[in-house]
């Protein structure tokens, strides 16, 4: 019973093309996230939505475009990507929005940009 | 907005020595604290956590403890087995959202 699943496990594109990935929860949680772990591990925030909502916006090119269709699922569209975009790009989920509850991540896309 | 340094970054210890992994942050509003692990090509997983009104918290050989005047929270594991070799991630709340530290790499060698 996987609790926060991702789609595609890896992605490996040129440089230009346009890729999406999607995230489903089935925690029941209201607040969906994605984060970027590049190459030094690092995880940074990019997005957040709290019932279909951005509510955290983090400096990300504008060619991230994140897209909620429901509470239980939060997608990232990239467009014309580019080499700097190659990293493990995880989703998470909580139960509600602030930071304060505890965060489950799904298990990162690992996009490769050639 | 949150800022949260880790130290060390990178961390050798002999099995069944103990390990400590230092954290401080900058938001003084901030009261939720959680330590992930990640193991390589894995998902970031919760293995403790700490909330400001308490200063220590254990779960068998973890351990955190929390000094709020200082800002400063850390990770303690005792009796270290090769399988807690990963990268361990401090974090604090802020005002909105979970700020990450860098990381440690942890190898326990055996």
């Known amino acids: 019973d996987t609790a926060v699943s991702q789609t595609p496990k890896y992605l490996v594109t040129q440089m230009g093309n346009d890729k999406s990935i999607k995230c489903e929860q089935n925690l029941g949680h209201d607040t969906m996230y994605w984060y970027k772990q590049d190459s030094k591990k690092f995880l940074k925030i990019m997005f957040s939505?709290?019932?279909?909502?951005?509510?955290i916006n983090e400096t990300v090119p504008n060619r991230f475009s994140p897209k909620s269709p429901d509470k239980a699922h939060l997608n990232l569209h990239i467009n014309s990507l580019e080499l700097g975009d190659s990293a493990v790009y995880f989703c998470?989920?909580?139960?509600?929005?602030?930071?304060?509850?505890?965060?489950?991540f799904g298990p990162g896309t690992r996009l490769l940009v050639l | 907005g949150e800022n949260v340094e880790q130290h060390p970054s990178t961390l050798s210890v002999q099995e069944g020595d103990s390990a400590v992994i230092k954290c401080t942050y900058s938001?003084?509003?901030?009261?939720?604290f959680p330590w992930y692990k990640q193991e390589l090509g894995k998902r970031p997983q919760l293995i403790i956590d700490?909330?400001?009104?308490?200063g220590e918290k254990k779960d068998q050989r973890i351990a955190v403890t929390l000094n709020k005047t200082a800002k400063h929270f850390s990770l303690h594991i005792t009796e270290t087995q090769p399988e807690d070799s990963a990268v361990y991630f401090c974090?604090?709340?802020?005002?909105?959202?979970?700020?990450f530290g860098k990381g440690t790499k942890l190898s326990v060698i055996p």
């Open positions: 939505y709290n019932n279909k909502e951005l509510i």
């Open positions: 998470a989920s909580s139960q509600a929005s602030g930071g304060r509850e505890t965060q489950y």
């Open positions: 700490i909330r400001s009104n308490v």
């Open positions: 974090a604090a709340s802020g005002s909105y959202q979970l700020t």
């Open positions: 938001d003084s509003a901030s009261n939720y």
